[in-house]
């Protein structure tokens, strides 16, 4: 398939995790227009990917916060700005344009920048592959999460105890799905509101809970858990299997970013040994094992103004504080 040639952006960030959205935003607010690319269909990063359930106490200025509430607040933080997220796009190559900036490919697109921001931390997270009997023999298996919109009258048995899971779950039945949810323990996870709508459902008879229950394998009609010791066989025209993310950095680890192991060495700015390319988080060399959020805000602050000012040098380094500017800049 050959690649589309999306409109021309100021700013590429790489990455939509928490240090990815912070970059964004103050690239953005100091008024440039902003991409960000992110390998799994939703941003948040880590903290939806593997914690959206838990509780962050480090968050300067905010006692404690769940990782989704946070990822939440982030992207609200973007809305008023000229900020363009795109989800299920892995960045696989860079190429200079030619005249200063920077293109990157994707599997369908090729994105040019005046700056790119490499925000990827430990790489693209990948849903782990699916390895149960009989997984070729169903017509629609899935490993991420989908767009419930199109799920409306379709049979969906979900499977999985992470947090994704059981949000699936409610948000598909919430679709017009009707939804099995099963885990081969007797507890799901969520944040609070999930689990409550969760259990709404369960006692309006509303969707089917199978825990524990052991899936067996998949069959061309669904599946066959054993549940109680006993076969019980499940039709579904769609099976969601959700057992977490695995990081993948490969794509990115033949550009010529003078790689130290996982990490893309920087300068004070962010800068990498390519002109106009910033390395933030735990992706940064000058990290090293301090991966906390607070330094990852902190990188991409810096970051973001010096590429800001990389692409319009008529912007100082220095934003300024926010309080003083009256308000989002006009898109």
């Known amino acids: 398939m050959q690649s589309k040639q999306a409109p021309d952006t100021e700013i590429l960030v790489i990455g939509g995790g928490p240090a ?9 607010w100091r008024g440039l227009s902003v991409r960000v690319l992110e390998a799994r269909g939703e941003v948040g990063g880590q903290l939806l990917a593997l914690y959206p359930d838990k509780v962050i106490y480090d968050v300067p200025g905010v006692p404690q916060v769940r990782a989704a509430e946070l990822v939440a607040a ?183 970013l003078a790689w130290d192991g996982e990490y893309v060495p920087d300068g004070p700015s962010g800068q990498t040994v390519l002109p106009g390319v910033y390395v933030i988080g735990d992706l940064a060399r000058s990290g090293g094992d301090f991966k906390l959020l607070s330094l990852a805000f902190a990188q991409a602050a810096v970051a973001a103004n010096h590429a800001a000012h990389h692409v319009r040098p008529e912007l100082k380094v220095r934003p300024g504080h926010s309080s003083e500017r009256g308000g989002y800049p006009a898109r």
Do not use: K
């Not at 990815?20 to 953005?28: I, N, S």
């Not at 947090?163 to 944040?191: I, K």
């Open 74 to 256: 982030l992207c609200a933080q973007l809305g008023p700005l000229d900020v363009d997220l795109r989800t299920g796009e892995v960045a696989r190559t860079l190429e200079p344009d030619g005249t200063g900036g920077w293109v990157i490919g994707t599997a369908g697109a090729r994105h040019r920048a005046r700056a790119v921001i490499l925000a990827a931390g430990m790489g693209a997270l990948l849903p782990r592959e699916v390895r149960v009997p009989g997984a070729d023999t169903h017509p629609d298996v899935r490993a991420d999460l989908p767009d419930p919109a199109g799920f409306a009258g379709r049979r969906v048995l979900v499977v999985g105890g992470v947090p994704q899971a059981t949000r699936a779950a409610v948000e598909l039945l919430e679709a017009g799905a009707t939804v099995t949810l099963t885990h081969r323990r007797a507890g799901f996870r969520g944040d609070p509101l999930t689990l409550a709508r969760l259990e709404t459902a369960r006692q309006a008879s509303q969707m089917r809970l199978l825990a524990p229950a052991v899936l067996s394998r998949l069959t061309p009609q669904g599946a066959e858990l054993v549940v109680e010791g006993a076969p019980l066989a499940v039709r579904a025209d769609t099976v969601l299997i959700l057992n977490g993310y695995l990081p993948d950095l490969s794509p990115l680890q033949a550009w010529p």
């Open 20 to 28: 990815g959205l912070h970059a964004a935003f103050y690239a953005a």
